[in-house]
């Protein structure tokens, strides 16, 4: 079995094998060790249908996410797109009645498999949320949170780990005298950064990113989005936003998603639309859907 | 039924699509007033011209502040961004196609008194009307959105270019050289390139409007399977 530190260091030189469960499921052996899994893939999703209890939320999405590229998810309310995010690190787990069928493939490694441990994905595929949510704790005992519960890091090296998670997330010139304060007295903008430094200090893979600027007001929004931009050098990251600006602004690709309604039962579930380059979508999309959105019409 | 949830930015957008259709207008008909002018030696008549080139510019850079209004106030996006960034190109088009119906008129003042002889009067009402029929295709196909007929306006022009040889082959020849002195003869080799050069903005303005319908960009290659049969019309044009 790997240590942490193992799989980290996996993941960090983008190996493709990527040990989430204490013993490797079958299929998974051979994808770590075939040649078939392209390293530059971290998500494969394919025909992924997303329900809660007998409702189905999400209907056949298919789509790969690349490494170290921003891929912005935007769409209406009600489109999924947030369910969608929360598969990628196995969220919708913690809500009662949901589930998923189909395939998403982490690294080749099929993330739904029962011997892949959900707290391991977690810690690789790291996520942020719409409101900056800082433990109530100091700024330097939120960041080495996730370390000293994964063991991963030994005591002495903590100081080191917070500090560079914080100069990651360009927070740590702000706070360097304040580590012992409570995180709760930052600023919105610098807590939503600490959570960012939170999320990356048990070195993720990936970070999955749910309106994280929504909270925030303009500048605080400039510096996530600078930071994102810096953080694609060494981390690939999901964002769901409703701001399709920042969408255009920061993203490689962007998935457009919308709501379709069941003419059976006259539910309404999530389709995935358009995937392309961003550029693509927001100036000369394929789609009439994804047209009508990104103009702000509708029909 | 596609409605808009930005209505006060789609009534803009019409408004820059009005603007420019009236400003094709203003051009489309100075062509063949000033061609009448030309050929009638009617000096009042060409200073009209040169002076009604004013409300062009004057609209032009009316049209171009609220183009960059909408961009950087309404973030325009898809197909609304590229119809107004294809306003801003025809825009441009348009005003420097007066500027070359004024150059006719101020042209035909340095030439004034001359005897146009019948084939070369011939030929310069047969260029006058190109160009105002390409214009006119070109405004049609921005107004509509048709990118079937933006494209065909570049071989349309092949017959607008041919006309322009004619008519320098007819300068230069002996019945040119009877007309005037040289430098009449540059004059009225001047005036048949203007005609020629407003069909090339007319097919500059096909360009944009593919653009603005299929996203299409000079260079990138046709889709059309019609555009991939051999082009017999080439030869001749180059010709």
């Given at each position: ?7 980290a260091?996996?993941?960090m ?49 298919t789509m790969?996410?690349s ?7 935007i ?17 919708n787990?913690?809500i ?7 395939t ?5 490694v ?5 011997r892949?441990d959900?707290?391991?994905?977690r810690r690789?595929?790291g996520?942020?949320?719409?409101k900056?949510?800082p ?24 100081p ?18 304040r ?16 959570c ?33 931009h ?18 255009a602004?920061?993203?490689?690709r ?38 009508n959105y ?6 | 039924?596609?409605e ?7 009534d ?7 603007e ?6 203003l051009v ?7 061609t009448?002018?030309?050929?009638a030696?009617?000096l009042a008549?060409?200073?009209?011209i ?7 510019d ?11 209004q909408?961009?950087?106030l309404q973030?325009p ?68 959105g048709?990118?079937?007929l ?5 071989d349309?022009d ?9 008519c ?8 040119g ?17 203007y ?8 097919v ?10 299929d ?5 990138q ?18 010709g």
């Amino acid at each position: 079995m790997a240590t942490m530190t193992d799989a980290a260091e996996v993941a960090m030189n983008g190996d493709g094998a990527v040990p989430l469960a204490s013993e490797a499921p079958p299929g998974v052996a051979a994808a770590a060790e075939g040649e078939a899994f392209p390293p530059d893939v971290v998500f494969r999703v394919e025909v992924l249908n997303c329900y809660y209890g007998s409702h189905r939320a999400v209907r056949d999405v298919t789509m790969d996410i690349s490494e170290r590229e921003i891929t912005a998810i935007i769409g209406p309310s009600g489109c999924g797109k947030t369910t969608v995010l929360r598969c990628f690190n196995r969220m919708n787990d913690l809500i009662e009645g949901a589930r998923a069928t189909g395939t998403l493939l982490f690294r080749g490694v099929d993330l739904y498999d029962p011997r892949v441990d959900p707290v391991e994905v977690r810690r690789r595929v790291g996520m942020v949320f719409q409101k900056p949510n800082p433990f109530p704790k100091s700024v330097f005992d939120n960041v080495a949170y996730g370390p000293r519960i994964a063991g991963s890091v030994p005591k002495s090296e903590l100081p080191d780990v917070v500090e560079a998670s914080l100069r990651r997330a360009a927070l740590f010139d702000e706070v360097k005298d304040r580590l012992k304060d409570s995180a709760i007295g930052l600023s919105g903008g610098q807590q939503q950064r600490l959570c960012i430094a939170r999320a990356i200090a048990t070195s993720p893979d990936v970070l999955l990113m749910d309106e994280p600027c929504s909270a925030l007001d303009p500048i605080s929004t400039a510096h996530i989005e600078e930071l994102m931009h810096n953080l694609k050098e060494e981390y690939t990251i999901v964002i769901v936003t409703h701001n399709m600006q920042q969408a255009a602004r920061i993203s490689d690709r962007t998935a457009f998603f919308t709501a379709d309604v069941d003419a059976e039962s006259n539910s309404r579930y999530g389709v995935l639309v358009e995937f392309d380059d961003t550029e693509k979508i927001f100036s000369n999309p394929s789609d009439e859907r994804t047209e009508n959105y990104v103009t702000g019409r509708f029909g | 039924m596609v409605e808009s949830l930005r209505t006060p930015f789609v009534d803009e957008l019409e408004e820059v699509r009005v603007e420019l259709i009236r400003m094709a207008g203003l051009v489309i008909e100075a062509i063949p007033r000033c061609t009448e002018a030309l050929l009638a030696s009617d000096l009042a008549a060409a200073q009209e011209i040169i002076d009604g080139d004013n409300i062009l510019d004057d609209a032009s850079l009316a049209l171009e502040h609220h183009c960059q209004q909408l961009l950087a106030l309404q973030q325009p996006m898809a197909g609304d961004l590229r119809t107004i960034l294809a306003a801003m190109t025809i825009n441009h088009e348009l005003e420097r196609s007066g500027d070359l119906v004024e150059n006719i008129a101020k042209a035909m003042r340095r030439v004034y008194g001359i005897d146009f002889g019948p084939r070369l009067r011939g030929l310069i009402t047969q260029m006058s009307e190109e160009a105002t029929r390409l214009m006119r295709f070109a405004v049609d196909a921005f107004a509509d959105g048709n990118s079937g007929l933006a494209a065909a306006l570049d071989d349309i022009d092949d017959r607008l270019d041919r006309l322009n040889h004619q008519c320098l082959a007819l300068i230069v020849g002996e019945e040119g050289r009877e007309m005037g002195d040289l430098m009449s003869g540059v004059q009225l080799a001047l005036i048949a390139r203007y005609y020629e050069r407003i069909g090339d903005h007319a097919v500059n303005i096909g360009e944009r409007v593919r653009y603005m319908v299929d996203g299409w960009r000079p260079g990138q290659p046709e889709e059309s399977p019609a555009d991939q049969e051999p082009d017999l019309g080439a030869e001749a044009a180059d010709g």
